[in-house]
């Protein structure tokens, strides 16, 4: 009960999110030339930004959190039309009239007042700017020999804060476009075999484009261990586990 109250007084008295995350959730600070980006991890692939006093949601998925007392959102990005990454209910509770909601093709038609990124597109969103990045299947497929996630129909998304790029990669393997990126500071890189990527392919991934953070997420019943192994003696690359099962 007294922590109940507790965290009512904290919300009522508008203290920052990563405050208020602190009681809950796991959460990050990470510094940029332009404040701190303070990052919540909910679980899964759903994650928030607290970043210049806006808050930014990703992949909100209701089955992780209970939504409603949780921070509004001022944007949301959806990666792709997934049940655990596109969810009605979740948006339904942070979005606001004046909440950007930004989402991959294949959420078009689903979802009333969206903007709708492509793959390779960049945008400016809440003075942050933002570009659209591929997130697709090479190997994993459907029984029918379709892939998990086509190409061309989901997004990662490369946030920019300050001088601090962060990549959000989606539902995704470790495709071409991914290991051709640069200069990114926090990466998050899917682990859900078979829906997306192997340990050894989120490795694969690290080598190639060298990530400053790199936090394996929605990583269901992969061991981050095994990650963390194959990445030894790879230097620049500092690898955090959190909850993101």
């Known amino acids: 009960m007294k922590q109940t109250c507790r965290l009512l007084a904290i919300l009522i008295a508008g203290v920052t999110m990563h405050a208020w995350a602190q009681h809950v959730f796991e959460s990050d600070v990470i510094s940029t030339s ?11 692939a759903s994650l928030i930004f607290g970043f ?9 998925f209701s089955k992780l959190a209970d939504y409603t007392p949780l921070p509004k959102a001022d944007g949301i990005f959806i990666t792709h039309e997934h049940f655990d990454h596109l969810d009605p209910m979740a ?4 979005r606001t009239p004046q909440t950007v909601v930004v989402m991959s093709s294949s959420c078009a038609g689903k979802l009333e007042g969206g903007l ?13 700017p933002v570009e659209a990045i591929p997130a697709y299947n090479l ?6 020999g ?3 996630h086509p190409k061309g129909a989901g997004n990662g998304y490369i946030f920019t ?12 393997e470790n495709i071409s476009e991914m290991k051709a990126l640069t200069h990114i500071d926090v990466a998050f890189l899917p682990m859900n075999v078979p829906y997306t990527m192997t340990p050894e392919m989120v490795a694969n991934a690290a080598r190639a484009f060298n990530p400053g953070i790199l936090y394996p997420y929605h990583y269901s019943e992969s061991n981050p261990q095994d990650l963390l192994d194959l990445m030894k003696g790879v230097q620049g690359v500092e690898i955090r586990i959190r909850k993101m099962r």
Not at 91 to 94: E, F
Not at 161 to 172: E, H, S
């Open 139 to 144: 190997v994993h497929m459907r029984e029918d």
């Open 52 to 60: 210049g006093g806006k808050i930014i949601h990703v992949d909100p």
């Open 161 to 172: 804060f300050g001088n601090t790029r962060v990549y959000v990669a989606g539902d995704t």
């Open 34 to 44: 332009a404040g701190n980006l303070n990052i919540t991890f909910i679980g899964h």
């Open 146 to 148: 379709k892939p998990y």
């Open 116 to 128: 709708v990124m492509t793959n390779g597109e960049h945008r400016t969103v809440l003075d942050i």
């Open 91 to 94: 948006i339904r509770a942070i």
